[in-house]
């Protein structure tokens, strides 16, 4: 079974937050959530590089250790989803994420947070696949359809790859030994650990 | 027809004409700069490459980039600072929020462990101490006279800080411990659907009991000031162990400890946490809600496991529950556990409606 990863190619991003508008568009996402959004490093400087961030449906999930009523779950293919039935709004698993995934539609006094909403790697919930509830609740659920996330799908400059980890580490190994630089992976040592720096050794050699 | 065509004959010798105009621009650009411009502008035409590579711009103070024309940024160190972000909201700017993951290491670990443990050990430890002591009873028989001890002021703000603290504690402990002891029994939706009721009701009932807990500081403090008499008492735990408990003034030792130790030092530390954790309208960043948090729990399991220390001894000694719910006291029960405010009362220097007989709380219509 394919482990799905995201890996955002410092090198590649031009910060047009396409990425951002296909997951809102393709999801309707909640007013004030964006379930993917861009950071700016060193904006206006040189060497100004820009990550597209989001879930990183990391293997020891830090949202899924904290949650009071273990909302979430992991798919097959290695996807953090949850279950907005169960959700109470207690926004532990903000605190928990390194990543700012997960967000609350609401931020209201005496802790009225609404349902949590995070990306869903375009996998949809615990619902029937494609149904309409699921689409009120989670978005659509494009791995369903034999699609691969629509962020990374519509990325201009394919910065972001979304897919299979092997299949796109090898994509971005072979960037890296052509180009000669950005070797680091950003956000795996975090979300993944054991390959958190997989390209480093190609471009040594 | 004949116009129509003059027409479109002109405009695509007039486009033709543009195109030789620019093309004949882009060519010598250079040349028309250093002809029309003065001698700065053509100064600031483009530089050989090398050239630029030797004095790339200064950094600005505190910049993170990396001295050169297009070196990435060291990942490790500016992942964690905030950086630019076009999407609007409190720390989308930060790539990296490393405290999260102490907070997850400290609420699961210890926090969960050592507190679980704690609130199971002291529950079982006084049920042990019950069995080998059994209840406080009184030793002399009751007078049948009457002191009010706690006047309906006193009461009704006992109860509510109780009764808010009671279901805040049991919705506290379904949010924390319930996912290991609740919900394997009652499963998901059950569990889920009783913590969203639990949070509701710890979020609305927490405001009411900060607010009576601060109304109780104001209204027992003045009988809670500890003395000298106060922590020998405490030093020899009252005479609980040897059986012969020994003298205090309205509140004994135990009584001021839990005031001060409780009602005020935890009191804060659960209330001022609690209202960080309360408004997640306030903006609140990551880093103080998730400290909040631990705070939060840390001294709540605290409070939890003085209370029942309190609670058993509301239950166990004959007379003080009752006591706490009419207001009235034996004399024998006052002389037996507070015999210096017994003493008080009957010199009167201290309140304690000493003239209420068998008939302590008239009926209705009695007149």
New interface residues.
Partial sequence: MARMKFICD??RCI?C?GC?TACKSEHEVPW?V?RR???????G?????S?S?ACMHCTDA?CM???????FYKTEEGVVLH?K????????C???????AP??PQ???????GKMDKCTFCAGGPEANNTEVEFKKYGRNRLAEGKLPACAEMCSTKALLAGDGNVIATIYKQRVATRK??P?V??WK?AYKEDGNIAAAEVKS | MKLATWGSRTGAALLFALGVAMSASAQAPAKADATKAAPPAAAAAPAPAAEAAKAPPALAPNSTANIGWNKPPEWSKVETLPQYASVPGRETNVLVEDHGHKWRELRNGPVTSYGGYLLLIVPVLLILFYFIKGPFKLHGAPTGKLIERFNSLERMTHWTVAISFLVLAVSGIFILFGKYFLLPVIGASAFSALTVFGKTLHNFVGPLFMFSLVAMFFIYVKDNFMGGSDFAWLARMGGILSGKEMPSGRFNGGEKAWFWLGTVVLGTVVCVSGLILLFPNWNTGRELMASANIWHAVGAVLFMALSLGHIYMGLATEGAYKGMREGYVDETWAQEHHSEWYADVKSGKAAGDKDKGMAAQPAAGDD
């Fill in positions: 410092a090198e910060e937050n951002v004030g964006n959004r861009l950071v700016t490093v060193n904006d400087l040189p060497g100004e590089r990550i961030v830090p250790a904290v949650c009071p009523v273990d909302c279950d039935d169960l959700c109470i709004g207690c926004g532990y903000f605190y928990a994420c390194p990543f700012g967000q609350f931020a209201g006094a005496f802790g009225l947070r630089k950005g680091e950003w956000g975090m």
